[in-house]
């Protein structure tokens, strides 16, 4: 029930403020025998890592991850993994604006009334910087998985302007700043955003992310459903506030008749799917199909026009952000999104072996 | 870990299959000295059973509750409640049609391809049927919120078709056979879903639950954010695609002005929010607004038309759904979406009162 | 968390109160296809059944169970499997003696302090009757082990009175009333146990439960330790007030060289040892020698010979138990202890392959 | 499930290995706006710390521990507390020894058996080093359990030598290299300890652990007992082959008249009791009374006497460790017992109060 993990044989459980002297989690449940370095996690860090582009938070880190245990001769040991990274740029700052004032869309007031102190450097315990250690962790999930699951995410909508899904090129998620597959949508965004920033606004953002080669079986009824771990992973990331799964919301407006996804065989008695609405999920389980999830992000809630807000004291006060802030947190969000499917599959990969170890790896049929 | 169990000191778990004996639960955690008989939780049951309308399955079952433990004298004890429902209308009938094959949308293949086996009869485990034992539960976890806490939901979406919300009327919800707050939207509903039972297709739906009076600081970082077991609660009922919290995935297209819950004093040294966009969320944390959630159903995957798909030795079949089936099962979500709320809301209640035994039970401003 | 939930993959809940309609539990996390039916769990009921000998309390009950979920032909389905048994037994009688009174050694005063109300017909949810329920779990359990696991359990305390190590005999075991593998501490017991049931006393005994064939490896650092947990286990039973493992208490006393288990290599790869002073856990694992516990049992608190107590208003009153009782309940707890070591084998037989697949079951040596 | 985590609410996640950069843990749940700082955790390490006095391992580290996270202004937040200890140290050796060979009483064999890999520089995690981070959660759980809980710990028996209970003197515990309450014993124990290292033996021993001013109503029936859970605590700690509560395993050799614990009422209404057999938890919940816990730890398995033993490649050799070892570990287990004490008080106390908020902090009768 610990508020701070994630997980249930694979587990993983973060730690650290915003302006602290460091962050880190403890990877608790990994097989041993597994090859893993820095050099494992350290990319994609660095591609979460804020500073990189124009549209990212301008604070600059490094974000070097170090491994202080859990590992022997560059090796998992099954001993809990624990991932530290130093919190280099606690930049002294007047924060006589935020430290007693309760910013609109922020845990601001929600932490003082649960807890009746915070830690409001830089949103403290709240600040989208913990989600460094879910991406960290998320590395070491995906050396579970193997290199037969393929794991990625794209942005496919900023503010209202969605990508053409026609114009899909995953090649493309890596060459632009918004991890965007459409190349069209990418040079609209890049206007888009830089206006909403030069107006002190912000953007919301769709994020999808997908698993292909996961194996069927993966989940269970009826609490413990692949899809239903998967929205809390997804709607666990700061600022999302839907989750869905294949066609989702969608789904609502199909008929029964184009929903199905209808079944043929394939040539080495795998089962074979003429679409996907599912999102590779039936009945909480894995079909074998690719895992298809997508959430949203809402537009940054620090922004620089003034909003009216309230202080520790009941006062009405106005509250505008300045310094440094991301005008679209959703874009820091795929990687994100990305480390949080790995963390739900390699724990369910776990778990499924533990009660089924002789389930097929394929949806073969017959299964026998 | 316990794949059938739900919720961390406020706890249930779940057991029974569509056409076993008898369908359960056992409550356990609940707190001692609450008034609790069958006649608190019958009516709930009533509420989403089957055979009420021409809307729902025909299965005619009276889902009469029984208490086996956990009260005594009337009265909650503290030790587990067991809640048991005697299936009475497994009737006999030919199942050779889905003994083997595996009907889209459903359960059947990945129950297959995980355990090997499965009770085919009604769809077993993975039956809607689960879901009474939800709505059971919820009334339990009612009584633990207490009078000051409302829990209602509504459909608000119909396949395509969606509600006005300037009609919005609570009381029309329990007036018409859609729990649907827009007499004009049931009107048109009707017809609707009558045309989809005539032509053998089936609906889609979208319902949303809202919880008012929830005290503020239910919650906690980072993995036991309220609105991230909300979304598990939600995700896990049969057949939902989608979850949202308050603004959901329109955040998406907000601006950060737009979308900012200003806030303001009330009389009583309350905080007041100008709107809710946040859905009653802020940082995984409630603030005293109302708790709004939404979740998506997908159109029932049982229909007359038929559907490609496999059998169980690995031949390619048709499948076609004979017999009762609802044309919506979105409908039978809604007391069921309600219960889930209670559910987590009853949880963490709890959780908070353990960890922060003196928070304010308004958004009281100054705390102290 | 749950109060009344135990294990992590494999997880038993269990459920009702002495004199309620009935008692149960639900055993999730069952591997699918092991052949289950009633007659697999019914004899290890009857072996711990009250009223098969004189001395044991004369509550005259079946103790029929029924398999309500989870099984289908035959068959365990991946589902949770309900277990049911009725309460025959609860005859009608006067409980004024014991309705305010709080009877030393007696959990009356602890619920009535802590949850303010009590069932104390029978003890409620306090009864030794639980125990049913373990029984009927570790029976499942037991199936999951499969037969190379051989768990069995022995008296070999009563009162003060010790078995004769030298003269240990499984197969007696099963000839005399006190589950007693010395037939000659059998005679002398019989003879103790009728004197201290008519003067109205009780004795306490000590129980040790052995498991042979378990593979190496269950368990796992640092608080998933094998001997933790079954050291939880065996102090969850009713009445009972130390564990060891191995050379238990005794190891105090030893020296290092005493306590040390040399090692040997056997004739297929395997490490033979020398002694188990171990009991078969080293570092909270197995080593795949037999599994040994033993647990202290507190002599019945039930008793004729009065005693001073208080009652729920604050009054000095004298307590005197009479009707039906266990001069020995620790006789009772055998078959409880034998099931509480099947249930921590299976949960961590689970957990260790969900971790490490490739484990080797034997200790063999080069493991590769 | 996570292996290397314990409790519920008040939960604890230890990391590290005996000659990693570092060691540490996370403490999670703990309630806010409790004074913490570094100062509060200090005295505890230094007191369990190796290096103090001739009969403990020469290994000599500061320990000094440094509070990462959780805490502002020198209070505790409510979010997660990161305690580090950096391993000073790691002095370089040749470990040509111990890195193939099984050492007997040892976790070599079974972590090689378990895992196929393991870090054997000085123990790696299963080294005693670990219980570092038991000792400084523990002095968080004390905060959380307040000055009102008195929790104290001592060593009861060393090898076969026990204390005189007569004798009792806690402020000795304080003055003697043994934290031993009898002086005599004391005087006693320090020739046989420096006897057996010299011989190049080693002892084992008894600790016992008391607290005092515990509030009734802790534990739960009927997995969540208070002492199935300090029995497990115990037991997780490195070396302990038993646990008692109370009479323990004497209570087996007493009568039901001799173990009943009388009850009287006090002059405030409270209950008072004319004895403590049961040691303070009855029904698996606290009485109000003192708890008292005991566990035996086996002698050092580390001697200088050869053992036959087996290597990694399944070839007999022999065994014997060289270098730094205490002869008697139990010793130390000292105030590590304490530590696991106060953590499941701490836990268990939050979750009473989330179900029974409003229970007596006292045994007052009538309870209204």
Redesign the interface.
């Known amino acids: 029930?610990?508020?701070?993990?994630?997980g249930?044989?694979f587990?993983v459980?973060?730690?650290?403020?915003s302006h602290?002297?460091?962050?880190?989690c403890?990877v608790?449940?990994?097989?041993?025998?597994l090859p893993l370095t820095e050099a494992d996690i350290q990319p994609f860090l660095d591609r979460r890592r804020p500073g990189q582009s124009r549209f990212v938070t301008q604070r600059q880190e490094p974000d070097q991850v170090?491994i202080?245990?859990?590992t022997?001769e560059g090796?998992t040991?099954?001993?809990?993994?624990?991932l530290h990274i130093e919190n280099t740029d606690q930049r002294s700052r007047d924060y006589g604006e935020i430290k007693d004032r309760?910013r609109?869309?922020?845990?601001d007031?929600?932490?003082?009334?649960?807890?009746?102190?915070?830690?409001y450097r830089g949103g403290?315990?709240?600040s989208a910087r913990?989600t460094a250690m879910r991406v960290a962790a998320g590395a070491v999930a995906r050396k579970v998985l193997g290199a037969g699951v393929t794991l990625r995410g794209a942005l496919v909508?900023l503010?209202?302007d969605r990508v053409d899904r026609a114009a899909w090129d995953w090649a493309e998620v890596e060459r632009n700043e918004f991890f965007c597959p459409d190349p069209a949508a990418a040079a609209r965004w890049e206007e888009r955003l830089l206006a909403?920033r030069k107006s002190g606004?912000?953007?919301?953002?769709?994020i999808e992310v997908v698993a292909e080669g996961v194996p069927?079986?993966l989940?269970?009824?009826?609490?413990?459903?692949l899809?239903?771990?998967?929205?809390?992973?997804?709607?666990?990331i700061?600022a999302?506030?839907?989750?869905?799964?294949?066609?989702?919301?969608a789904?609502?407006?199909?008929?029964?008749?184009?929903?199905?996804?209808?079944?043929?065989?394939g040539p080495q008695?795998e089962?074979r799917f003429?679409s996907n609405?599912?999102?590779g999920?039936?009945?909480?389980?894995?079909?074998?199909q690719p895992i298809v999830a997508r959430f949203?992000?809402?537009?940054?809630?620090?922004?620089l026009?003034p909003?009216?807000?309230?202080d520790?004291?009941?006062?009405?006060v106005e509250v505008q952000t300045k310094g440094r802030h991301d005008p679209c947190v959703?874009i820091r969000a795929v990687p994100v999104g990305e480390a949080m499917l790995a963390l739900v599959l390699a724990d369910h990969l776990?778990?499924?072996?533990?009660?089924?170890?002789?389930?097929?790896d394929r949806?073969r049929?017959?299964?026998?």
């Open positions: 029930m610990s508020h701070n993990s994630f249930h044989l587990r459980t973060t730690w650290g403020e602290g002297p460091a962050i880190g403890v608790d449940g990994c097989p041993p025998r170090r202080l245990s859990g022997f090796m040991t099954g001993t809990p993994i624990a309760f609109p869309g922020h845990a007031l929600t932490y003082e009334l649960k807890y009746g102190i915070r830690d403290g315990r709240s913990e909508q503010g209202a909403a606004s912000s953007l919301g953002a769709v069927p079986g989940g269970a009824p009826i609490y413990g459903k899809d239903a771990e998967l929205a809390a992973a997804l709607m666990s700061n999302v506030k839907g989750v869905e799964i294949g066609e989702g919301f789904a609502a407006s199909l008929s029964g008749e184009e929903n199905a996804d209808e079944m043929r065989m008695g089962v003429g609405h599912a999102g999920i039936l009945g909480g389980i894995s079909t074998g949203a992000v809402k537009p940054t809630s620090s922004i026009t909003r009216a807000a309230v520790r004291f009941g006062q009405e959703g776990l778990r499924h072996r533990a009660q089924n170890p002789d389930a097929p949806a049929l017959p299964r026998n």
